[in-house]
């Protein structure tokens, strides 16, 4: 990166909302229906159809703009947002411009070189999708409405971001977020959370911000970060050549890494907003928000921080389990049936999201519930079954869906914690392996571990190691 230019980068970023019916109608929004098939007179435009606002949209606005730190207008307004596009049938598209429902929030991100630092949010606004056009080979295209009329929340940051890490970060973040609170599923493969990166640079010390480019089709954090990189280093190449940045919309060419010239980038007189005629202006009591508020659910932030102070956990372990809201009321679950903090999260780290990785399954899917987990801790914790053991007994689980103790009974699991047998035992590993002992009682006291195995093995892992252990180090001292 060429350190005479400061980076300069605002995100506007579209969260399709979770509701069953559209923002201005009853149709559905389900995704990958036949093309077509989820449209009325509203969200395909005709002549004398009424949208009417879906209240479930609003109150989704209220909870994402509680939850980035933003204010609440008590009252906002929907404008007609005028261009004229295939996809667009009624010629415009119903949004919020003058006032929008959540202004002047923030979320605070982690950066590598700063540390915390806080990312303004100008403002979050509603509004209706547009359609989605279907190109072919044949030099024509298509046009699918099932998503006119889809609602949306657009989410515009200040240009407080100084690096592709950082917008990233922020973007990360705020993805969670929404997610958290089950406004949007988050899955930008099928463009419910897409981004357009608004950046610039500019001579470091100089206030007035530079010619911005706003880059379009970026649908992954990594192809988001690869094209603000690439838009930067083209941007300083296109003025150390001496030419002048243009003002102009780009798309992403994911297969190349480079951008490419759209068209030119609109201001917002272009688009010639004025209030829609259709939809009185909203109003959202106090009541109406304490009420929502009241209803949020734990966000991330505060969940990690709890984790560390409640459970002891160290900050990896908070940061893994809160990262996903189902995660974590599972480890939660848990740890309500097995009191152990750190070893419920050693174990829902490890071989449930392990598996669940392995499987590509989500934690709503796992086999093995929080109780049947919290069952193989409680057999480990009072000796019935070894940790080794342990993991044999949750894979019988993962497939049976026995708990654990049909298991232990059925396959003769149970540890053996008898010393006379265990002592047994010890004596023949020691008779067998003559060359270790005398190894071992002459300073090698790295052997110990053979010595154990040797123990687990003839006992068909039944033996409980620490037992063994104990024994093992009274005999060869003898």
């Known amino acids: 990166m060429n350190s005479r230019y400061e980076v300069v980068i605002g995100l506007e970023v579209h969260v399709q909302l979770t509701t069953r019916s559209k923002i201005f109608c009853g149709c559905s929004t389900a995704f990958g229906q036949l093309p077509n098939s989820q449209t009325c007179p509203v969200c395909l435009g005709l002549p004398g159809a009424l949208p009417v606002l879906n209240r479930q949209v609003v109150e989704y606005a209220i909870k994402a703009g509680l939850a980035t730190n933003s204010q609440i ?30 202004e002047h929030g923030w979320l605070d991100i982690e950066t590598r070189d700063l540390g915390r630092k806080r990312v303004g949010i100008t403002r979050i606004h509603m509004e209706e999708d547009a359609g989605k056009l279907l190109h072919n080979d044949s030099y024509s295209s298509a046009v699918d409405l099932n998503r006119a009329c889809t609602p949306l929340l657009e989410v515009v940051s200040e240009p407080d971001m100084r690096s592709a890490d950082e917008a990233i970060a922020y973007l990360k973040q705020l993805h969670q977020i929404v997610v958290y609170l089950g406004v949007c599923d988050g899955n930008m493969e099928e463009g419910s959370f897409r981004c357009d990166a608004n950046v610039s640079i500019r001579p470091w010390g100089q206030e007035t911000l530079g010619t911005r480019a706003e880059l379009k089709n970026l649908n992954s954090f990594r192809f988001i970060k690869q094209a603000i990189e690439y ?17 102009e919309t780009r798309l992403y060419d994911a297969d190349n890494g480079i951008t490419r010239s759209m068209r030119g980038k609109e201001e917002a007189h272009d688009y010639r907003y004025f209030p829609d005629p259709d939809l009185l202006p909203l109003q959202v009591s106090d009541t109406w928000i304490d009420e929502v508020r009241s209803r949020l659910p734990e966000l991330p932030a505060a969940k990690l921080q709890r984790y560390q102070e409640e459970f002891g956990l160290p900050e990896y372990d908070a940061g893994v389990l809160s990262a996903d809201r189902a995660v974590a009321e599972y480890f939660e679950a848990v740890v309500s049936l097995f009191e152990q903090p750190k070893t419920c999260s050693n ?3 490890g071989e449930i999201l392990g598996a669940l990785k392995e499987k590509n399954l989500t934690i709503d899917q796992c086999p093995v519930t929080p109780e049947l987990l919290a069952g193989i801790l409680k057999r480990i914790d009072d000796n019935t079954i070894s940790g080794k053991i342990a993991k044999t007994v949750f894979e019988e689980i993962w497939i049976t869906g026995k708990n654990a103790d049909q298991i232990i009974d059925e396959k003769g699991l149970k540890q053996v914690t008898d010393s006379g047998a265990i002592e047994s035992i010890v004596a023949d590993v020691i008779a067998a392996n003559p060359d270790q002992v005398a190894e071992y009682r002459g300073g090698k006291e790295k052997l110990m571990g053979f010595f154990v195995g040797q123990v ?17 180090k009274k005999k060869l001292s003898e």
């Open 231 to 247: 838009e930067v280093e083209r941007q300083i190449d296109v003025i150390e050549d001496g030419g002048e940045v243009v003002q």
């Open 73 to 102: 207008a008590p009252r906002s307004i929907f404008a007609r947002k005028n261009y004229f596009y295939p996809d667009l049938p009624k010629g415009y598209q119903i949004s919020q411009f003058e006032l929008p429902i959540c």
């Open 456 to 472: 687990m093995q003839a006992s068909k892992g039944k033996a409980n190691p620490g037992m063994a252990n104990q024994l093992l």
């Open 347 to 349: 174990w829902v780290m």
